[in-house]
């Protein structure tokens, strides 16, 4: 037990000498480092005789023990001096103001997708996610759009190539694409993110948010697209009685198209959603072209399904009373602390509708 009591002895004498916490550091390490006199101890172990390795293992851990507690007793000895030292030259100010403490607020955009994803999960969808930067073929061509569209002309499309064969998504239709070609049917999935177009104004802006949906699978029809954005539109105005309906429309990618209506009237200024003589515009849909599946290698005398488009920063204007779309990108705190949600005020049984 030389050894220890050697240890022991020498480091009885360099603690007590110790004056700051970096020289009470390099002790440490001294002792407990990966070469220091505790840790060789503990690598010994394998030398020492079966019949003494016990008693020497016990006497070592007790040691190792005893040796730490001093260190720690040590370091808040140290520490308290040092701030003693620091409170005779240093003066504290009590007639300094408190900072200012202002609590965040979710951001209208980042609730309704909230909203809008548990909705849609409530009846089976899960949630896809895909890169901004897309390829031309993703975001054009798969999706049964003709070379000569409007949609691809360079005062619509942010091109990162003069070739045009890299952009910025234009909608988040490229995700559907890719969960097709990266797996096999059924697909039942919804998409939210950040899209990009040339266009700025009280309704528009460079980059926005849209969610697409797809369902696919064997004899699925339009019924179901009607039942299944009957549901969702209800649930998400919390409206029972809200009137919809189906307008012809075209899409490249879906073949029948439409365009979905709301029933909505004007009261007091303000538009009340549900009910009146007034139709708004809210999301696109149809059944997924047979080019769109063919480009994607599943079989469309097998599977067919729906798709359907919505902007997400359209329907947080209509839900919650916000006129200008730009107020969403300008990071005014002020505009957030009135139209932002706190994070604590949302139930447990979520949907997240308090203000």
């Known amino acids: 037990m030389s050894d220890l009591d050697s240890i022991n002895s020498s480091f009885e004498q360099k603690i007590k000498s110790l004056k700051s916490k970096e020289e009470l550091q390099i002790l440490k390490t001294e002792f407990f480092g990966k070469n220091g006199q505790i840790t060789k101890q503990f690598k010994n172990l394998g030398n020492i005789t079966a019949d003494k390795r016990k008693e020497f293992a016990s006497s070592l851990n007790k040691l190792k023990d005893r040796l730490n507690t001093q260190l720690d007793s040590k370091f808040i000895e140290l520490e308290t001096l040092e701030i003693n030292e620091k409170l005779k030259d240093q003066k504290i100010d009590i007639t300094l103001p408190v900072r200012p403490f202002q609590n965040g607020k979710i951001h209208p955009v980042s609730q309704v997708i909230d909203e ?104 699925i029809n339009m019924s179901h697209l009607k039942g299944c954005l009957d549901y969702f539109i209800k649930e998400f105005f919390e409206v029972k009685n809200l009137k919809m309906r189906f307008r012809p429309s075209h899409f490249p990618f879906t073949e029948p198209s439409a365009e979905v209506d709301i029933g909505y009237r004007i009261e007091k200024g303000r538009i009340v959603i549900g009910e009146g003589d007034k139709w708004l515009e809210i999301l696109g849909c149809g059944m997924v072209h047979p080019n769109v599946l063919r480009n994607v290698k599943v079989d469309s005398n097998k599977y067919q399904g729906f798709a359907f488009g919505m902007g997400i920063d359209r329907l947080a204007m209509l839900k919650y009373g916000i006129n200008d779309l730009r107020a969403f990108f300008e990071s005014d705190f002020r505009w957030l602390s009135h139209f932002g949600f706190d994070p604590l005020d949302v139930p447990t049984n979520y949907r997240g509708l308090s203000k």
């Open 116 to 219: 809008i994803s548990s909705i849609f999960s409530e009846i089976g969808f899960a949630v896809a996610e895909g890169p901004d930067v897309e390829t031309e073929y993703n975001n054009f061509t798969a999706l049964n759009t003709p070379e000569d569209h409007p949609a691809r002309d360079m005062h619509d499309t942010f091109y990162l190539e003069e070739n045009k064969k890299i952009l910025l998504r234009t909608h988040t239709s490229p995700v559907q694409i890719r969960t097709m070609m990266n797996g096999k049917p059924p697909f039942k999935i919804i998409v939210p993110g950040r899209t990009y177009r040339c266009d700025s104004d009280q309704t528009h802006a460079p980059m926005f948010h849209q969610l697409e949906g797809l369902h696919i699978d064997k004899n």
